[in-house]
């Protein structure tokens, strides 16, 4: 997932969802702000000096306070619809905090959504969910906890920044919804015990903030394969200091 800023979630500092936020959502999400000024998303945004560096560090501090409460999680996580995740994710680490995922030849990792748009990710350079270690301790903070959901969402500001086919039907906002979706389809999948719609909403809001545009419209195209598809030369020599695999039915 790629790396943003320094979130505080404070319900005094609100927006409304952006237009194009939901300009592809079912015709109930449409036009729909959340209820009530006490529960709209809310951020108070530390903004790093200068240009935001390609897959710069995200420095996500959630200070929950009466957002939570308020209702802003569950009404978001209303919102939100599951889809299907299938296939196999593989990550090969190459090297100090340094992860590419390779598709799957025979079960290739898939998500499809609501409206039945699949999302199949290529191979790319991955760092999970990008959590700051400060915040691995809390539940369900991991940096791959959520991991498809997070290969999902960089293959999406990866297909931008490369401007590879079908990336112009994705915004800032409607990739932020994809996340959720896919995090939800995974709480789903495991059952109640596993919903936590705060750590849900939190994150969506981290990937829509201000600085997480910026980088979507700025930052560069890292390619890890060859115009003919495969693992460019200096990857295929290196041997991977380990491989992990996760196979979802």
């Excluded at 957002?67 to 209303?78: N, P, Q």
């Excluded at 995922?101 to 990710?121: C, G, S």
């Excluded at 691995?136 to 990866?158: C, E, K, M, N, T």
């Amino acid at each position: 997932m790629r790396r943003f800023m320094t979130l505080i979630l404070r319900p005094s500092l609100a927006r409304p969802l952006r237009g194009d936020a939901v300009r592809d959502r079912p015709a109930r999400a449409r036009g729909e702000s959340f209820p009530g000024s006490s529960c709209a998303p809310v951020l108070a945004a530390h903004r790093p000096d200068g240009p935001v560096p390609h897959r710069a560090g995200l420095l996500a501090i959630f200070v929950v306070t009466a957002a939570a409460t308020a209702g802003c999680d569950s009404w978001h996580y209303s919102k939100v619809h599951p889809g299907d995740l299938h296939g196999r994710l593989v990550v090969q680490w190459v090297d100090h905090d340094k992860f590419i995922f390779v598709p799957d030849r025979e079960k290739p990792l898939t998500f499809t959504r609501y409206n039945q748009e699949a999302i199949t990710p290529g191979p790319m350079y991955t760092d999970g969910g990008s959590i700051p270690r400060s915040l691995w301790a809390l539940r369900s903070y991991s940096p791959w906890g959520y991991a498809p959901a997070y290969i999902v969402h960089d293959w999406l500001f990866q297909m931008k920044h490369c401007d590879l086919p079908g990336s112009e039907r994705y915004t800032v906002d409607e990739a932020a919804w994809v996340l959720a979706e896919v995090m939800k389809t995974m709480m789903e999948k495991e059952g109640p015990e596993a919903v936590n719609k705060l750590t849900l909403y939190s994150v969506f809001e981290a990937v829509r903030s201000p600085v997480a545009a910026r980088l979507w419209e700025n930052g560069a195209c890292e390619m890890v394969t060859t115009r003919g598809g495969e693992l460019r030369p200096d990857l295929a020599a290196k041997r991977p200091k380990m491989e992990y695999t996760i196979e979802f039915p």
